[in-house]
């Protein structure tokens, strides 16, 4: 498979400010270094709570956010510093998937125009013919019959089937990397399967690396490589999944894991328990940002904030607890499971 470009977060901040002379400040994201793609495009599920920081992630990677410290680059090349060429093919190889898939649809357009109008914006097809066969096979790629959904109106499809067209018009203009926000929090329950196992075998079969974002640690479980787990715009801990959901190194991981004893797959395994009444936005200015919730919290908790230590091989957690072993990056976790799946 040929290598594709890669995104990568280094050090990336994002803090907004407020109020007289922007005495407020709300640091979004701090420090994070990610790598997207490349030779080993996997799976990376980014797990938090609302305010967490993750939305911020997600724009940050599209390049719709700045970092205000730090830098996000596509095939060694900062995202800030892209001509208009490099910023269309920027926006053709990385795409995005949303939330509700209603609100990416005009109610008064056949379903296929979101699918059409790029593959001939971007030159991908030099006639309309062509771009709705091409359609049709990214609509087929996705276990939707092209017959039964070109001609329809948005309002003619369920939830499900939209969601299924949003992620072929991702799949249609041969994307690198495919960033989705919730993709199936508005989706019933049975169809959450058959999207998440369509967004599986894009990586796994067409080598397309996959963001997925959620608050759901059942389905980040069920489709990752790799867990990241965020809170206060900080990586609580990261880690191949099987290691982060079954034997959590961080006390915030290790409470989200707990709040669902024995997960039942008909179970939500959602972080929406009420703990967002602590502000995971809003955490301190200093120290780790679960002090104020963490039981196992010490007096330097408070005053320090804890680097990312390695705590196995492929796995690290942002915690005094284990500040004997080494310093890692989310980026060099990620290479430690990729590595390890490849065979490497
Ligand atoms: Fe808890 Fe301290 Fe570890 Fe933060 S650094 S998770 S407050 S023990």
Redesign the pocket.
């Known amino acids: 498979m040929t290598a594709r470009p890669e995104l990568v977060a280094e050090a990336a901040s994002v803090t907004f400010s407020a109020g007289f002379g922007g005495r407020l400040r709300t640091h979004a994201l701090r420090g994070l270094t990610l790598r997207v793609g490349g030779e080993r495009p996997a799976i990376t599920a980014v797990v938090g709570e609302s305010g967490s920081g993750k939305t911020t992630l997600l724009r940050l990677l599209l390049g719709f956010q700045a970092p205000t410290a730090g830098t996000v680059s596509f095939g060694g090349r900062p995202v800030a510093a892209f001509g208009p060429a490099e910023r269309r093919d920027f926006r053709r190889r990385v795409q995005a998937v949303f939330q509700d898939p209603f609100d990416a649809f005009n109610p008064f357009w056949r379903v296929e125009h979101p699918l059409v109008a790029p593959l001939m914006a971007f030159g991908l097809a030099p006639t309309r013919a062509v771009a709705l066969e091409q359609s049709a096979a990214a609509l087929a790629a996705v276990g939707l019959n092209p017959g039964e959904t070109i001609g329809k109106y948005p309002h003619q499809l369920s939830g499900g089937q939209r969601q299924r067209v949003m992620i072929a018009r991702a799949l249609a203009v041969d994307p690198s990397i495919l960033l989705a926000d919730e993709p199936v929090s508005m989706v019933d329950a049975s169809l959450r399967a058959t999207i998440l196992e369509s967004l599986w075998k894009m990586n796994r079969e067409r080598g397309i690396a996959l963001v997925y974002v959620t608050h759901d640690l059942t389905t980040a479980y069920q489709v990752a490589d790799v867990v990241l787990v965020l809170y206060g715009g900080m990586v609580?801990e990261v880690g191949a999944a099987e290691e982060v959901i079954h034997r959590p190194r961080?006390?915030?991981t290790s409470a989200l894991v707990e709040a669902v004893p024995s997960p039942d797959p008909q179970v939500d395994w959602k972080l929406g328990d009420g703990r967002e009444a602590a502000e995971p936005g809003r955490p301190p200015a200093l120290?780790?940002?679960?002090?104020p919730r963490?039981?196992?919290?010490?007096p330097?908790?408070?005053a320090e904030r804890?680097a990312l230590f390695r705590t196995d091989a492929m796995r690290a957690a942002?915690?005094?607890?284990h500040e004997r072993a080494a310093a890692a990056t989310p980026a060099a976790i990620q290479a430690a499971v990729a590595g390890a799946e490849g065979g490497g």
């Open positions: 609580m961080h006390p915030y120290g780790c940002p679960f002090a963490c039981p196992h919290a010490m330097r908790c408070t804890p942002a915690c005094f607890l």
